[in-house]
């Protein structure tokens, strides 16, 4: 009796070790597949469950307190009061714990060198606010950057354009030549002026200062715009 007991917990051990190394397997081939991606493999199943409804928009973000191994490849580091560091994408603020990163809520006065690529323009105030997930922006002429400020009294807002439209902010750009964050700004700031400029569309006004039926093909050939002049300084543009 003694002998059959041992051989059936050894049996169930053998199993649950097999069933555990398969686990194991599994997992290890997600997170491969996940660091090939840059982003964990339940991140775009479980994560996004938070809908951003407001101003009639319709997308979803990660729920804040959401935690993932890997960030999203289009990244920007931001350090906020000389000590915290956050990481930015898409609109969704990540901050470091440990070996991984968690879901936060943006932090009131950092500065972000574009948009997220779905927004809401709205204008409060004779003034633009940019929305996106529960978050407001405003630019900053002195750092041409965009601010993160406290939500503002919005009863009479106007929400300007369609919701969720991206304007030069669905680009991508990487410093190929290692410029640093000063010198991208920088960068980023005069292509802005010379795309605006050669497209007479300009993101940051009023249905981008052209007449409703013009903003279509006038926002492409500012991102054409754009997109040359960051080339033609050391950018990768995507």
Not at 6 to 19: D, G, H, P, S, Y
Not at 107 to 132: E, H, M, R, S
Request: with cysteine; glycine share 10%.
């Amino acid at each position: 009796m003694r002998t059959h007991t041992f051989f059936a917990k050894t049996r169930l051990t053998a199993v649950a070790m097999i069933a555990l190394g398969a686990f194991g397997a599994m997992a290890a081939h997600a997170d491969e597949k996940d660091r090939s991606r840059g982003a964990p493999a339940t991140y775009h199943t479980r994560g996004f469950d938070h809908r951003d409804a407001r101003y009639n928009g319709n997308r979803y973000y990660p729920s804040r307190g959401y935690v993932t191994r890997y960030l999203p490849r289009e990244r920007y580091p931001v350090y906020w009061g000389g000590r915290s560091r956050y990481y930015y994408s898409g609109g969704i603020w990540y901050a470091p714990r440990g070996p991984r990163f968690v879901v936060v809520g943006a932090p009131i006065g950092a500065f972000v060198p574009v948009l997220p690529p779905f927004y809401t323009t709205l204008w409060i105030g004779g003034g633009p606010y940019y929305y996106a997930n529960d978050t407001y922006y405003v630019y900053r002429e002195r750092s041409r950057q965009y601010e993160v400020v406290a939500p503002p009294d919005d009863r009479d807002a106007r929400i300007d354009g369609p919701p969720g439209t991206a304007l030069r902010d669905d680009i991508y750009v990487y410093p190929k030549n290692g410029q640093s964050e000063e010198k991208q700004a920088t960068d980023k700031y005069e292509c802005h002026k010379w795309a605006s400029g050669e497209s007479g569309f300009d993101p940051t006004a009023s249905g981008g200062g052209v007449p409703a039926e013009q903003n279509a093909s006038k926002r492409a050939d500012y991102n054409r715009a754009m997109s040359a002049c960051l080339e033609g300084r050391g950018y990768s543009v995507k």
